[in-house]
């Protein structure tokens, strides 16, 4: 158990939807990501948040959004959903801006989206 | 941009036996860190072994070993004695190191590793 937690574990929606992913990261943790894993794509980093500030973006599409919270938690939001959004998202928590103390992240069980 | 390219979709071993999965990379950073994830069927995502790139040293943690080759860009990951449950998917990350206002890790496509008896 990394002590990431991500729910839903599982979502089923059609295209055109809106959905919200939800993350808690370890105690202690300050930083969470975003990735998105698909077959086609392998792991795509999305963004990353620090304390409640946007610190890295990398590709997230417009259509989606994220934003971490006084407590921490931080949640992506997917809105007007494609097939191809079918994806597992992960999260993923580390210490600092940087990584853990020696770079290290610490990954969430993901988020099997499926868009019918 | 930093990549990592991972030449070997698929490999297969049998109980007890070593293998060992490639990994190079690009980047024009002196100070980074490399890692070697596991995602098992269970699709956790679990770290098996980094390395800083200031360290000459290759990391060791157990039947995993690292072959760090700074010059030549490469980070191939040993596993010795190979166990059923090493059955996973294997990926080579890269990591930026330092105050950057922001770093996250680079992921190669993965290496599906088969262990069987």
């Known amino acids: 158990d990394s002590g990431v937690t991500q729910t839903p574990k599982h979502l089923i929606t059609a295209t055109g939807q809106r959905v919200t992913l939800r993350c808690s990261p370890r105690?202690?943790?300050?930083?969470v990501y975003w990735y998105q894993q698909s077959l086609d794509q392998g792991l795509q980093f999305l963004i990353q948040?620090?304390?409640?500030?946007?610190?890295a973006k990398g590709n997230i599409l417009e259509r989606f959004s994220a934003q971490q919270f006084p407590d921490l938690h931080s949640e992506l939001n997917l809105s007007s959903l494609e097939l191809g959004d079918s994806a597992l998202y992960f999260c993923?928590?580390?210490?600092?801006?940087?990584?853990?103390?020696?770079?290290?992240?610490?990954f969430g069980e993901g988020s099997r989206l499926t868009v019918l | 941009a930093q990549t990592v390219t991972q030449s070997q979709p698929e490999m297969s071993v049998q109980e007890a036996e070593t293998v060992t999965l490639s990994c190079t990379y690009d980047?024009?950073?002196?100070?980074?860190?490399l890692f070697w994830y596991k995602q098992p069927p269970s699709r956790q995502m679990i770290l098996v072994i980094r390395?800083?790139?200031?360290?000459?040293q290759n990391a060791t943690e157990n039947r995993f070993s690292v072959n760090f080759q700074k010059a030549a860009k490469s980070f191939s990951l040993k596993i010795s004695d190979s166990q059923l449950g090493d059955t996973a998917m294997y990926f080579c990350?890269?990591?930026?190191?330092?105050?950057?206002?922001?770093?996250?890790?680079?992921f190669g496509k993965g290496t599906t590793l088969s262990v069987s008896s």
């Open positions: 948040y620090y304390n409640g500030e946007e610190r």
């Open positions: 980047t024009s950073e002196s100070n980074y860190y």
């Open positions: 390395q800083e790139a200031y360290k000459q």
């Open positions: 990350a890269f990591m930026k190191h330092g105050r950057q206002a922001g770093t996250a890790l680079i």
């Open positions: 105690s202690g943790d300050l930083s």
């Open positions: 993923a928590s580390s210490t600092s801006r940087t990584g853990g103390s020696a770079g290290e992240l610490f």
